[in-house]
């Protein structure tokens, strides 16, 4: 995959829905990103420095406190797909492909319980953790790792584009 995007701001609003939160400056995105009004500007994850955006192991989506708790963004990427990004009640962060595997509702616009989201669309549960459909449902969506640091979110760069690819 290759071409260059660029980042925006993560909005303090709900969803994927923008805000009047004011825009940084685009910056290059990696392989496999697209442009986006709901995501912060990446940074490159410090542990790495020196070997560039393109080459950083965690992605720098946004801070974490500007994701609301029992909310959800949307980070899209190349071929019009988008990755949710998810935090719950008690903080923890998950991130997901945004299709519900039934009939490919926006999970990210679905209500988040616990470590559970309901799908928007037949009310499909979906453990963040996991992927993997509650109850007598059946089904998966591709999980992406996700780590906290400094008070920003990263998802995993490999783990984000393997889930794009499932």
Not at 93 to 102: D, M, Q, R, S, T
Not at 141 to 162: F, H, S
Request: glycine content about 14%; overall charge neutral.
């Amino acid at each position: 995959m290759s071409g260059s995007a660029t980042y925006s701001p993560l909005p303090s609003g709900g969803g994927g829905r923008s805000s009047s939160v004011p825009r940084t400056e685009p910056k290059a995105a990696p392989d496999g990103v697209s442009p986006s009004s709901t995501v912060s500007p990446p940074r490159p994850n410090p542990s790495r420095e020196g070997e560039g955006l393109i080459a950083a192991e965690w992605l720098d989506i946004g801070p974490v406190d500007q994701l609301p708790a029992l909310g959800a963004r949307t980070l899209p990427v190349q071929g019009g797909e988008e990755i949710a990004i998810f935090r719950t009640a008690n903080g923890s962060v998950y991130a997901l492909i945004n299709k519900c595997p039934h009939k490919q509702g926006p999970l990210s616009q679905g209500i988040v319980h616990d470590t559970t989201v309901t799908c928007p669309l037949h009310n499909w549960r979906i453990n963040l953790k996991t992927g993997e459909a509650l109850g007598d449902d059946k089904g998966c969506v591709p999980t992406i790792p996700v780590k906290i640091d400094g008070g920003r979110i990263l998802i995993d760069r490999a783990g984000a584009l393997q889930g794009m690819a499932q």
